[in-house]
């Protein structure tokens, strides 16, 4: 199972679910399964960030490359957002974004195996 954290973070991005629920939300087998993309049971280190690329491009509304905080706020608080936003600019690049994300999936990791499950 992948832990709360991370899946309440993916659901909201994703607007799976309202990111309200999304904090206590149980994973059920269609989420798993719209992050499990080979279908092994277990969310990879690859198939997170391409789960998380496709939710930085469709959060992206105004397609300028780059998350401002109103694009954002269903899923990050302003200390989450302030704390991606390495460079202080008031937007999260895709790399910004993708570098907290993937921090997050590696603490999640408890086992080191580079899976979710």
């Known amino acids: 199972m992948l832990p709360k954290l991370v899946l309440s973070t993916a659901l909201a991005l994703c607007q799976l679910v309202p990111a309200a629920q999304a904090q206590s939300a149980a994973m059920n087998q269609g989420q798993m399964d719209r992050l499990d993309r080979d279908g092994n049971g277990a969310v990879d280190r690859s198939e ?70």
């Open 48 to 117: 997170y960030q391409a789960f998380m690329t496709m939710a930085f491009a469709s959060l992206d509304k105004n397609k300028d490359g780059s998350l401002r905080s109103d694009e954002v706020a269903q899923a990050l608080t302003a200390q989450q957002f302030a704390a991606t936003d390495k460079n202080g600019d008031g937007r999260l690049s895709q790399t910004e974004f993708l570098n907290r994300v993937m921090a997050d999936f590696q603490a999640a990791d408890r086992s080191g195996d580079g899976n979710l499950e």
